[in-house]
């Protein structure tokens, strides 16, 4: 915990922990920090939604205390009536494994459509995901995906992918670790059509696949979490896009844009377990300062009204 720059000693603190949010270890910090902090009018967290859950119970009565929650998602991205496929993969691939999919906005399930158009985008996204350079700032090929944080990060998400495979998932292309070990790790994509797979944010560059029969249960498998931060439409036409935004539950909604495209002019945050909705972004402001109205006039005045004259002239 230190002050941050820029700041009168005590007015900002910063506590910054592992990207594994949910270790007993973090919540428990996070926790402890707000038992010793007296005083606090507001708290932003970006993290793991179980963290964000303790947080905010333990801000429970206490409404005088701001509170924004970035928590993360499950994230959607839907291919329908792609014209170009090759740009699909493309767009699928910056959205789901840049910064080896540690961003709270990266895809984390690819729905397609059952069929040869879908089977021809795997056909193209696999070939892509081959290509994909692993490795560390500065090597030759420069690569496109880094490490994920620690060996710990590296650990959970390999066993997050051998739970999916171990429900039923297909694995397309296994999830290894690349460099003899550490926390690089290659790409992984898991078909999941028609398994039971759990509703969890997992972070890294993991991407599931399921496969439907038409757009109305595109949506609603777009929508089967309990999460809404950021969702992805690739494809189709205006009127198509249009549905989607208005039907889709997400904070952040893209068309033919990677589900990581944001930007700080506009509103920034989720729905459901992702937070409370827009604590980042154009409207961080709002979670750091309370708005005042005022009424104003240069001087003090006595006005008499048509009813008080009389009583006044009296």
């Known amino acids: ?79 329908w009536d792609a014209a170009d496929l090759d740009a699909a993969a493309h767009l699928i691939v910056q959205s789901a494994y840049i910064t080896a999919g540690q961003r709270c906005s990266c895809a984390r399930r690819l729905i397609l459509p059952t069929g040869a158009c879908g089977a021809r985008l795997l056909e193209r996204l696999t070939r892509l995901i081959d290509r994909i350079q692993v490795g560390s700032p500065f090597e030759t090929p420069a690569p496109f995906m880094g490490p994920v944080i620690d060996e710990a990060a590296a650990s959970a998400v390999l066993a997050a992918q051998a739970d999916l495979v171990a429900r039923g998932g297909q694995p397309l292309r296994l999830m290894t670790r690349a460099h003899g070990g550490g926390p690089f790790l290659t790409p992984g994509l898991v078909d999941m059509t028609g398994v039971d797979a759990p509703d969890e944010e997992i972070f890294g560059p993991l991407l599931q696949v399921v496969r439907v029969a038409d757009f109305d249960a595109a949506v609603a498998a777009a929508n089967d979490t309990r999460f809404g931060l950021s969702a992805g439409l690739i494809g189709g036409d205006a009127k198509l896009w249009e549905r989607f935004r208005g039907e889709v539950r997400a904070g952040v909604v893209n068309w033919n844009r990677p589900t990581t495209g944001a930007a700080s002019s506009a509103p920034f945050g989720g729905v459901g377990q992702s937070g409370n909705h827009r604590p980042s972004a154009y409207y961080a402001a709002d979670y750091c300062a309370y708005p005042v109205a005022s009424l104003e006039a240069e001087t003090a005045a006595f006005r008499i009204t048509e009813g008080l004259k009389a009583e006044a002239m009296a």
Request: proline share 6%; glycine share 16%.
């Open 1 to 79: 915990m230190s002050s941050s720059p820029g700041f009168c000693e005590g007015v900002a603190y910063v506590a910054v922990g592992s990207n594994l949010g949910d270790r007993p270890g973090n919540i428990a910090a996070a926790l402890d920090l707000l038992r010793k902090t007296p005083g606090v009018d507001g708290v932003l967290f970006t993290g793991a939604a179980r963290t964000g859950i303790a947080i905010h119970k333990a801000l429970a009565g206490r409404p005088e205390v701001m509170l924004a929650l970035e928590l993360g998602g499950n994230n959607p991205l839907v291919v």
